[in-house]
């Protein structure tokens, strides 16, 4: 019996054959892979789950894809960081940082819906890959496909950050900067797939690559000691891996794999110069409203995200809560991680952190609740963000005199 029995509408329920499709051809609502639960449920138990792989791949029976993986076999299961220095700041007891900014091989999680996408792209016989991207996605397909030795095509919005550019380029891939934002890009690219016969790895592979973003969600769990958290905050942009976390836990549950259940509450964590998806849950509303994007998150910088609707459902159906930062309080959290953890993130990350500090100060959260950041990629790709924020190194010359001048002035003494 194969593992994966189809494609089912989530708005709709309409189902179709397993195929490099995304959205129901009756309500445009976005489609799902199907997996066989009779199959799986009897092969997965927490020892199967244990022996396998450090890696996403531990969890291959609940990822969809028929064989095993072909590409990206070493991402995933990075560590899930206890936050003690932080979560006193924040007056919380069980703070955990889930730490993909050292996600391998490019340093998001993006790895993991990419690892999941050309698996799948390979299973359907593609030869050639593709994207749109704010930057992070564009890494983890480059890399991967040379890896794979697949042949890839990759646009980006013209004005994205140096470390993204050239982080796509360094593999060898056919770049693409397109002189329009992310939703224009990804416009013109949803045209392309269908004329180019590609996989475009976020558009008609989207239900596959989604579902990569489970394992996010599976490894939190594992690594609490098989319980899902009280509280997880997300960084979106698309807004698939807010709800994929949350289907994560959901499956684990049903598979009768965790203590206590699910009672996880997920918040979306986005910038203000972008906020489609908080705006929406905090004003309550049915429906989001596109914006055009303004802020230095770039890569949560999408004002008409595909999974909109799935991401606000997530949030209230869990009952959560969003909220939104300016870029200044985005830097200081980039900051506020850094010194009080060690850990250097992007702009999404710095998002989360400014964000959780506002729903701790909102009183959303109980002091021994168990609270998970989603730390989703790496501070050195964005380096303009903090450039001009930190200060500068203190030059002396190399003999001691110039050492103890430079520490008796006051900015040395202040930092000792
Ligand atoms: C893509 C991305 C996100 C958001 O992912 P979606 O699933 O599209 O909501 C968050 N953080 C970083 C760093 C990303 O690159
Ligand atoms: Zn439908």
Redesign the pocket.
């Known amino acids: 019996m194969p593992k994966t029995l189809g494609m089912k509408c989530r708005e709709c329920g309409e189902e179709y054959p397993l195929a490099p499709i995304h959205v129901c051809e009756l309500c445009f609502g976005p489609l799902e892979v199907m997996l066989n639960w009779e199959e799986v449920s009897k092969k997965v138990s927490r020892k199967s789950i244990e022996a396998g792989p450090p890696s996403m791949w531990r969890y291959h029976d609940l990822i969809p894809v028929e064989g095993p993986p072909t590409v990206g076999l070493n991402v995933g299961f990075t560590p899930l960081v206890k936050a003690t220095n932080l979560g006193k700041l924040l007056g919380l007891n069980n703070l955990y940082i889930k730490n993909d900014a050292v996600n391998h091989p490019t340093l998001?999680?993006?790895d993991r819906v990419v690892a999941t996408a050309l698996t799948k792209a390979r299973e359907f016989g593609y030869d050639t890959v593709a994207c749109a991207s704010?930057?992070?996605?564009a890494n983890s397909v480059a890399a991967h496909a040379a890896e794979g030795g697949f042949k890839s095509y990759i646009f980006i919005p013209f004005d994205l950050e140096q470390g993204k550019i050239l982080g796509t380029l360094v593999y060898g891939t056919n770049l693409i900067s397109v002189n329009g934002n992310y939703d224009e890009v990804n416009r013109m690219c949803a045209e392309a797939g269908g004329k180019y016969g590609w996989a475009f790895v976020n558009i008609n592979l989207r239900p596959f690559y989604g579902d990569g973003?489970k394992t996010f969600g599976y490894e939190i769990a594992e690594q609490l000691g098989w319980r899902a958290p009280h509280h997880v905050v997300v960084?979106?942009?698309?807004?698939?891996?807010?709800s994929k976390i949350y289907k994560g836990f959901n499956e684990l549950d049903r598979l009768g794999l965790l203590d206590g259940g699910v009672p996880t509450k997920m918040y979306a964590a986005q910038a203000l110069g972008c906020s489609p998806i908080t705006t929406a849950i905090k004003n309550k509303a049915e429906i989001f409203k596109p914006q055009k994007p303004n802020t230095i998150a770039r890569?949560?910088a999408?004002g008409n995200?595909a999974?909109g609707h799935v991401?606000i459902d997530t949030v209230r159906k869990s009952g959560g809560w969003a909220e939104d930062v300016t870029d200044e309080e985005l830097i200081d959290g980039i900051k506020l991680l850094a010194s009080t953890e060690g850990i250097f993130t992007?702009t999404?990350?710095g998002v989360t952190v400014a964000v959780a500090r506002k729903l701790a100060a909102q009183g959303r959260f109980e002091k021994d609740e168990i609270v998970v950041l989603a730390i989703?990629?790496n501070g050195l790709k964005t380096q303009e963000a903090v450039a001009e924020h930190l200060g500068k190194p203190v030059l002396i010359q190399p003999n001691l005199t110039s050492l103890e001048q430079a520490l008796n002035t006051e900015r040395l003494l202040q930092s000792v």
Request: contains cysteine.
């Open positions: 998001s999680f993006k704010t930057g992070n996605l973003s960084p979106c942009a698309g807004g698939s891996l807010v890569s949560i999408i995200p999974d991401a992007e999404a990350g989703t990629g």
